[in-house]
């Protein structure tokens, strides 16, 4: 009885591969991508950029301000 469940376990699972790799074949290759270009051929770069990091941190015009206190560190010194 056991060996029937597993065969019958087994075989659905089968079945259940084969039903979702179907529609998988069905589909055809998508083109590549092609950047936008300007007149002259070159690469069209205008639009929205954004740092996503800290990379853009404080490149800003902005009054000049003391640097940072430093005290004494374990390794070395630390801003206070």
Same mark, same amino acid.
């Not at 065969?7 to 979702?20: F, K, Q």
């Given at each position: 009885?056991?060996?029937?469940?597993?065969?019958?376990?087994?075989?659905?699972?089968?079945?259940?591969?084969?039903?979702?790799?179907?529609?998988?074949? !069905? @589909? !055809?290759?998508?083109?590549? &991508?092609?950047?936008?270009?300007?007149?002259?051929?070159?690469?069209?770069? %205008? !639009?929205?950029? @954004?740092?996503? %990091?800290?990379? %853009? &941190?404080?490149?800003?015009?902005?009054?000049?301000?003391? /640097?940072? /206190?430093?005290?004494?560190?374990? &390794? !070395? $010194?630390? $801003?206070?």
């Amino acid at each position: 009885m056991k060996t029937v469940i597993v065969a019958l376990v087994a075989a659905a699972c089968g079945a259940l591969i084969t039903a979702a790799a179907i529609p998988l074949a !069905g @589909q !055809g290759p998508t083109a590549a &991508y092609r950047a936008p270009r300007t007149p002259d051929g070159k690469p069209d770069l %205008n !639009g929205m950029w @954004q740092a996503l %990091n800290e990379a %853009n &941190y404080d490149i800003e015009m902005h009054m000049a301000r003391p /640097a940072l /206190a430093l005290r004494a560190g374990p &390794y !070395g $010194p630390v $801003p206070a």
